[in-house]
């Protein structure tokens, strides 16, 4: 499929007119697929999680965010693909807009697929994806380490699609997940309030 028509939904969604989203124009994809999880002020506060697969961003809306504690299992909930260009956006979507509210980027890096099937072969991460279970290592400077997402409700019965997001393996890292409102863009430093007051709307 054609990066345009994967990303149908994204721009069927948005006015790029009022948002300074990014359209996406085809950013080259880089030897390592990257990562990026923003932090999300929009009516309800949630992490915004993105794994690149091929030339978009697969995405995931995680109401508490990622954590680095194995215990935790963290529902995820599919949202539609985004472009490359969306690993660097931060700002403030307009109110009425989709989306509309602050967005800081708050880890991104790089991971590395580690999907096998039982012979142990590796398998296509786009592939396990749609089967419903991968797993991958984190290369961020805030998130790193094994990760695993696993489809538990399909949304085939008109329900909603839903996913969990769980450290997998190894130690905790970290406590959990820091408060989403004090928490720091990797790539400014700015909390989501700095980063409101900064676009002069708020
Ligand atoms: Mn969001």
Excluded: C, N
């Amino acid at each position: 499929m054609a990066e345009q028509e994967r990303l149908r939904d994204y721009h069927r969604k948005r006015d790029f007119g009022r948002t300074a989203e990014p359209r996406g124009r085809g950013a080259a994809a880089g030897q390592e697929p990257r990562f990026v999880v923003q932090i999300h002020d929009a009516g309800t506060l949630h992490f915004d999680f993105r794994l690149q697969v091929g030339d978009v961003l697969k995405s995931w809306s995680v109401p508490k965010g990622p954590s680095g504690d194995p215990h935790d299992k963290r529902l995820a909930v599919p949202t539609e693909d985004h472009p490359l260009e969306y690993e660097d956006f931060e700002g403030v979507i307009p109110r009425g807009e989709y989306g509309g509210g602050t967005v800081i980027v708050w880890d991104h890096g790089v991971y590395e697929p580690l999907s096998h099937d039982r012979t142990g072969r590796s398998v296509d991460f786009g592939e396990s994806l749609d089967r419903g279970h991968a797993r991958f290592r984190l290369k961020g400077s805030k998130l790193r380490g094994e990760y695993a997402l696993t489809r538990f409700r399909d949304g085939g019965d008109g329900g909603e699609e839903a996913w969990l997001l769980v450290k997998a393996g190894g130690k905790a890292q970290g406590h959990g997940t820091p408060d989403p409102r004090r928490a720091r863009s990797v790539t400014s430093g700015r909390t989501l309030a700095q980063v409101a007051a900064d676009s002069g709307e708020r």
